[in-house]
């Protein structure tokens, strides 16, 4: 068992089918044996794409939370140690949603599932 967190584009070509996800991201968050996690941040990064028209869905924001479900991905909240890491952090990356996904990442000991190659810039483990 391997346990993962999933930048908002993997989870969002993961629940879409999108081929941009690689196999290895497919395997691993298929695996029914392993643990993916969505941070809170990564709705709220959703919900102001969606708010600013950077973004589209093919369904209702509000059904999230079934994709959620029907995949097995626990939704991960912010916890108050994930900000005094993320104050700590370098600013090799100045994304603010993606800065608090590497502070989690740091904080729970988790595997990102990104394609962002600023996060290798961090002591953290991802798997593309």
Not at 97 to 113: C, G, H, K, P, Y
């Amino acid at each position: 068992m391997k346990e993962y967190l999933l930048d908002t584009h993997a989870f969002l070509w993961f629940i879409n089918a999108d081929p941009q996800l690689s196999i290895n991201a497919l395997d691993a968050i298929s695996v029914s044996e392993n643990i993916c996690y969505l941070s809170i941040a990564s709705l709220w990064e959703i919900s102001i794409k969606l708010n600013l028209g950077k973004l589209q869905l093919k369904f209702p924001l509000a059904d999230l939370k079934q994709q959620l479900d029907l995949n097995n991905i626990i939704l991960l909240p912010i916890e108050f140690e994930d900000t005094t890491i993320l104050s700590s952090l370098a600013l090799h990356h100045r994304d603010p949603f993606d800065r608090m996904i590497i502070a989690q990442s740091v904080n729970s000991n988790l595997t990102i599932i990104t394609r962002d190659s600023h996060f290798s810039d961090y002591p953290i483990k991802t798997l593309w």
